[in-house]
C-alpha cells in the first residue's frame, strides 16, 4: 500500500487476510476492533493473523477489542485476553459491524459472510476523514459495552442477560427465529395466514427436530394458532402429520408472533406470501414472555379445531364473519371494497337525508355509478319528504337513470345506516351526530358480516320498506285521483244548489201551507248540501295549501256577540239556553274589555258557528256557554304574548272516547244518525285556527255532563282612539 490518499476495495478471502495483516503490521500506537461474535475464532485461528495481532502488543501498540461475548465464543474470548494480550475486551449486544481503526488507517471486512470463514472482500482506506469519523463510531460503540470479565462471568454462571432488540436484517431476522426455535423447551407461535409458508421455508426442518424430541420427552411440543384457508390448508395437513397441534381463528391479532420459554418474536408485518419480514423484535423480558404467553393462551382457548376447519374448506362450507369497526375511515373503506366487488345488487338505506348527502361529498354517486356499469342493481331508500326526494331524483337521473331512489317516512329516521351487497354481506354503520358535516366526524361504529342469514334479514326489511314506498307512491296518485275528483263534483254541485235554494226561498212565501212545508225541506237540505259543498272545498284548499285568509284588524268582542245572538234567534228549542258570560263582563267594563285581533273575519265566523252548531246538536237540553277572555302566555323564546281564549262549553252527551284522540282529523265521526255531521268541520276549523298561529283544543267536562271546545288567537295592541 502507498502513503498516498486511498480507498480501496479488495475481493476474494487472500486478500481480505493479507490487507488486515498488513493493517495490523503498519500499526504504530493503536488497534481498535469493532467486530461480531464470528470474529473471535477467525482471529485466534488463523495462524498469521494471530500473529500480526501478537507482534503488533509487543511493539506497544495499544489493542481494544468489541464484540458480541456469547456461549458460543467465550473461549476464543479469553483466548484474546490470555494469548494475544488484548489491552481491553469489551461486550456489546448484536453488534453487527466489522472494522479496525488505527491511528492512520481504516480496513472493514464485509459483515455478510460464513460463520468461520473470512469475509469475501474488505474495504480500506487511509483518508484522515474516513479514518477519523471510524475512530468516532468506535468510541461511541465502545462507551457503551460492558468489560468482558463481566460477560463471561455471566455466561459461566447462567446469568440471564435480558435485552430487547430491533433486527432489520432478513437474513439476520432468519438466523434469530431458527435460534429462538433450537433453544426452545416449549413453542407456541401466531402467524397471519401468509406466515404458515414463510414458516415452512425457513424452520420447518428445525421443528422437525423439536417434534421428535418430544416424542422422547425432551421439548413439550409446538403449537400454531392462525387462520387456516384455501391458500395454506396444505402446510396445515403437512404440519399436523408431523405433530404440530394447530387452531383456526377468524380474527387474528395485528401482529404475528412466536414465543418460546425463553424468548419472544414479534413481526407487525402483513407476512404475504413469499415476502420476508424485514422488522422484527426480540426480547428476552419477562414481562414480554408474561404478555405473549398468556396472549397465545387466551387465544388457543378461543381458537376452532384445524380439523374442523380443514372440512369445512375441503365441503366448500365458508363459515360466517362478524366484524366490529370502531374507526370510521376503514368502515367506509370496507363499504367502498363490498360495493366495488358487487355483481347482482347494492340496498342501501341511508338513516337520515344529511347521511345521504355526506356519502355523495366523498364520492358514493362515483361509486355508485361504477357497479351499475358492472351490470349490478343498485337501490336506495332515504327519509326524506316528497320534495326533498324529488329533487335527488331529478339531480342523479341525468348521469344515473338507472338508480333506483325512493323515501321512506321521515318517522321511520334511525341512528343505523344499513349497506347489503348480493344478499350475502351486510355493513351496518352508527349514525353518531347528524349535525356534522363531515362523514368521519358523523359516523360511529360499523358492524360487519358475511353471514348469508344476516344478510338477508336486512334484505327483508329492505324489501318492506321498498315495497311500503312503491304503495305509498300508488296511494299518493289514488290520493291525488280522488282529490281531483272531489273538487271536481263539489265545484259542479255548487253550480245548481245556489239556484235550487235562490228559487226556493222565494217560492216559499207565495204558496199554500201544505206546499211551504214541502218548500222548507227543500231549502233545509239545500242548505245542508250548501254547507258540505263549501267543507269539500274548503279541505281540498288545506290538502293543497292553498287556504288563503284575508285578514284584518277588528274587534273580536263584537265579532262574537253578533255570531251568538244569531245563534239565540235560531234556537226554537224551550229546554235549551244559550249563554255569553263574556256579554256582561263587557257591560260591567263600558266596553274597556275589548279584544283587537288581526283575522280573517270570515273564517272565524265559521270556526265560532261550527262549534255552537255542534254544541247545540249534541245539547238536547241544558245550557251552551260562550265565553271569552284575553291571558298573557310565555312563549319558547321566553317572551310574553297576549292571546284571546273563545271557550264553547256544553252540557250535552259529550265526546267519545274512541273519537276524542282523533277529533280534528278528517271525517272523524261517530255522531248519531239524526245528528247527522260529515266529519269535516272540526279538521277545517283546525286548519284555520292553525292558519292564524293559535290553538283548539276540546275535553269532556269533569262531571261528565258535556265536552269544552276552546281556541286562541294572538292579540293586537292598538290604541284605543284608533278603534272608533
Not at 383456526?248 to 391479532?253: D, F, R, S, V, Y
Not at 414472555?289 to 378461543?302: D, P, V
Not at 269533569?702 to 272608533?724: E, H, I
Request: hydrophobic share 35%; proline share 3%; with cysteine.
Amino acid at each position: 500500500m502507498r502513503n498516498s490518499r486511498k480507498t480501496a476495495i479488495y475481493y476474494n478471502p487472500y486478500n481480505v487476510i493479507n490487507t488486515v495483516i498488513e493493517f495490523v503490521d503498519k500499526a504504530n500506537q493503536r488497534i481498535d476492533a469493532c467486530v461480531d461474535y464470528t470474529r473471535p475464532s477467525l482471529t485466534v485461528d488463523i495462524e498469521a493473523l494471530k500473529k500480526a495481532f501478537v507482534d503488533a502488543k509487543e511493539r506497544g501498540v495499544k489493542l481494544r477489542y468489541v464484540t458480541e461475548i456469547t456461549s458460543d465464543n467465550v473461549s476464543y474470548c479469553k483466548e484474546l485476553i490470555n494469548t494475544i494480550n488484548v489491552d481491553e475486551l469489551r461486550h456489546i449486544d448484536g453488534i453487527k459491524g466489522n472494522f479496525y481503526v488505527s491511528e492512520n488507517e481504516y480496513v472493514a471486512p464485509a459483515t455478510f459472510h460464513h460463520k468461520g470463514k473470512p469475509a469475501s472482500h474488505i474495504i480500506y482506506s487511509n483518508v484522515k476523514e474516513i479514518v477519523e469519523h471510524q475512530q468516532y463510531v468506535f468510541e461511541s460503540f465502545w462507551n457503551k459495552a460492558m468489560p468482558a470479565q463481566q460477560r463471561i462471568k455471566e455466561i459461566e454462571e447462567g446469568v440471564i442477560h435480558y435485552q430487547t432488540k430491533i433486527v432489520d436484517d432478513p437474513k439476520e431476522i432468519i438466523k434469530e427465529i431458527s435460534g429462538i426455535t433450537a433453544d426452545s423447551y416449549r413453542l407456541s407461535i401466531c402467524l397471519a395466514p401468509g406466515g404458515m409458508q414463510y414458516s415452512h421455508d425457513h424452520f420447518f426442518d428445525i421443528e422437525k427436530k423439536l417434534l421428535d424430541k418430544q416424542k422422547v420427552g425432551e421439548h413439550k411440543g409446538i403449537r400454531y394458532i392462525t387462520n387456516i384457508n384455501k391458500q395454506n390448508i396444505h402446510l396445515a395437513k403437512l404440519y399436523l402429520d408431523h405433530g404440530t397441534q394447530i387452531k383456526h381463528i377468524k380474527n387474528l391479532p395485528a401482529m404475528s408472533f412466536g414465543v418460546s420459554d425463553k424468548e419472544v418474536a414479534v413481526t407487525i408485518e402483513n407476512m404475504e406470501i413469499g415476502e420476508p419480514i424485514r422488522s422484527l423484535l426480540v426480547s428476552n423480558e419477562p414481562l414480554y414472555l408474561k404478555h405473549f404467553t398468556s396472549t397465545f393462551e387466551e387465544m388457543w382457548k378461543n381458537g376452532t379445531d384445524v380439523t374442523d376447519r380443514i372440512r369445512e374448506i375441503e365441503q366448500g362450507v365458508e363459515s360466517s364473519d362478524i366484524e366490529i369497526i370502531e374507526n370510521p375511515r376503514q368502515a367506509i373503506k370496507r363499504a367502498q371494497q363490498i360495493i366495488k366487488l358487487a355483481q347482482h345488487e347494492v340496498l342501501r338505506i341511508y338513516p337520515s337525508l344529511n347521511a345521504f348527502h355526506r356519502q355523495v361529498r366523498i364520492g358514493a354517486i362515483d361509486l355508485f355509478r361504477e357497479v351499475l356499469e358492472q351490470g349490478a342493481k343498485v337501490r336506495i331508500l332515504i327519509p326524506a319528504d316528497e320534495e326533498q326526494i324529488t329533487r335527488i331524483v331529478d339531480e342523479t337521473a341525468l348521469g344515473l337513470p338507472q338508480l333506483e331512489i325512493r323515501s321512506i317516512d321521515k318517522s321511520l329516521q334511525t341512528q343505523m345506516g344499513i349497506l347489503v351487497v348480493d344478499r350475502k354481506e351486510s355493513l351496518i354503520i352508527e349514525l353518531r351526530d347528524d349535525t356534522k358535516e363531515n362523514y368521519y366526524d358523523a359516523a360511529g361504529l360499523a358492524a360487519y358480516s358475511n353471514s348469508t342469514p344476516i344478510a338477508l334479514s336486512y334484505v327483508s326489511i329492505f324489501e318492506s320498506l321498498w315495497k311500503q314506498g312503491e304503495l305509498y307512491e300508488q296511494l299518493k296518485a289514488y290520493n291525488m285521483m280522488q282529490r281531483d275528483f272531489i273538487n271536481i263534483a263539489a265545484h259542479e254541485l255548487r253550480t245548481p244548489i245556489q239556484p235550487i235554494l235562490g228559487l226556493s226561498q222565494v217560492i216559499s212565501p207565495r204558496v199554500g201551507e201544505e206546499e211551504r212545508e214541502h218548500m222548507s225541506v227543500i231549502i233545509r237540505n239545500a242548505k245542508r248540501l250548501q254547507r258540505l259543498t263549501e267543507n269539500i272545498l274548503d279541505v281540498t284548499k288545506i290538502d293543497n295549501h292553498t287556504l288563503k285568509l284575508q285578514k284584518e284588524r277588528f274587534n273580536l268582542n263584537d265579532l262574537v256577540s253578533s255570531i251568538a245572538q244569531d245563534y239565540r234567534d235560531q234556537i226554537n228549542n224551550s229546554n235549551l239556553r244559550l249563554v255569553c258570560n263574556f256579554e256582561e263582563k263587557q257591560r260591567e267594563d263600558n266596553n274597556n274589555t275589548a279584544i283587537f285581533v288581526h283575522a280573517d273575519k270570515s273564517r272565524l265566523t265559521q270556526v265560532i258557528s261550527n262549534l255552537l252548531s255542534n254544541a247545540i246538536k249534541f245539547t238536547k237540553e241544558g245550557t251552551v256557554f260562550l265565553d271569552m277572555e284575553k291571558k298573557v302566555r310565555e312563549t319558547e323564546k321566553g317572551t310574553k304574548q297576549e292571546e284571546a281564549i273563545i271557550t264553547v262549553r256544553d252540557t250535552g252527551i259529550g265526546i267519545d272516547s274512541e273519537l276524542l284522540n282523533r277529533l280534528f282529523s278528517k271525517f272523524a265521526s261517530k255522531s248519531k244518525k239524526e245528528a247527522g255531521g260529515t266529519g269535516l268541520g272540526l279538521f277545517i276549523s283546525k286548519s284555520i285556527i292553525d292558519a292564524h298561529d293559535g290553538t283548539i283544543c276540546a275535553e269532556n267536562n269533569p262531571d261528565r255532563k258535556g265536552a269544552t271546545f276552546s281556541f286562541t288567537l294572538p292579540v293586537v295592541t292598538v290604541n284605543l282612539q284608533d278603534s272608533w
